[in-house]
């Protein structure tokens, strides 16, 4: 599995992990919706840490993410970005939205 969702206190923490392209990025953004809808988070915390190379499937991820959370009120947090993945976020801008 691409994701790996655990929660508590209305924190959701995913670990993320593998190629964040076309297919992985429909696998993740499906697990990360239907736990959103579960847990109803304030904070959902996305770890990148085992992606070994992301697209702009990856934007697209992060910003239906984001989108959702706010639309809870909440927040995103990304942490352990790898160069490639910070690479291709901050050339969408992402970073200008999201702190990583």
């Known amino acids: ?6 929660g508590e206190d209305r924190v959701l923490t ?6 964040v392209d076309h297919h992985g990025a429909r696998e993740i ?3 990360l919706e239907r736990n959103i809808e579960t ?3 304030r904070v959902l915390e996305l770890d990148l840490g085992g992606v070994t190379f992301m697209d702009s499937s990856g934007i697209a991820v992060l910003l239906r993410a ?3 959370l706010g639309a809870l009120g909440g927040e995103v ?3 352990n970005v790898p160069p490639q993945a910070a ?6 801008g992402l970073d200008k939205l999201i702190r990583f």
């Open 77 to 79: 947090r990304v942490h």
């Open 1 to 6: 599995m691409a994701v790996k969702c655990t």
């Open 66 to 68: 984001y989108r959702r």
């Open 29 to 31: 953004m499906g697990e």
């Open 14 to 19: 995913a670990q993320v992990s593998g190629e």
């Open 39 to 41: 847990s109803l988070p």
């Open 87 to 92: 690479r291709v976020l901050r050339a969408a």
